[in-house]
């Protein structure tokens, strides 16, 4: 598992740096850029590792269909936050494309006893 988190990690880093070197910035430093340093000691604190601690806490106390269902559906949920709450226009080609990330999610999770009922008979 980890050999592949590397792995996606250099690909995307040497994709990135072939098909848009001019995006490679030098970091600032900490003197004179104090506040951008406490931001992203903030969102790597608050918004990372206790995000990721909180859904791994919640996910062992849950069901796996449940799971499945907001894990499969967060993007859909996500720009639905950022349409609502930030005011972000998403295109018609968007909201279809959430409808149908929802609607497999919830496909995949449902049990349908009327389907198994029909292929048990055929």
């Not at 001019?22 to 990372?48: E, K, R």
């Not at 279809?96 to 009922?117: C, D, E, F, H």
Request: aromatic share 14%; net charge positive; charged share 10%.
């Amino acid at each position: 598992y980890q050999r592949r988190v590397h792995g996606v990690a250099f690909g995307s880093a040497a994709a990135a740096w072939v098909f848009a070197p001019q995006q490679w910035q030098p970091l600032p430093s900490i003197d004179g850029h104090a506040a951008f340093w406490v931001y992203v000691g903030y969102l790597v604190i608050a918004c990372t590792l206790f995000a990721f601690f909180a859904q791994n806490f919640a996910i062992k106390r849950s069901s796996p269909t449940r799971v499945s269902l907001l894990m499969g559906s967060e993007p859909a949920f996500g720009a639905l936050f950022a349409c609502l709450w930030l005011g972000e226009r998403i295109s018609v080609t968007a909201w279809v494309g959430g409808a149908l990330i929802v609607a497999a999610s919830i496909l995949a999770t449902v049990r349908w006893p009327a389907l198994r009922v029909r292929a048990a008979r055929a």
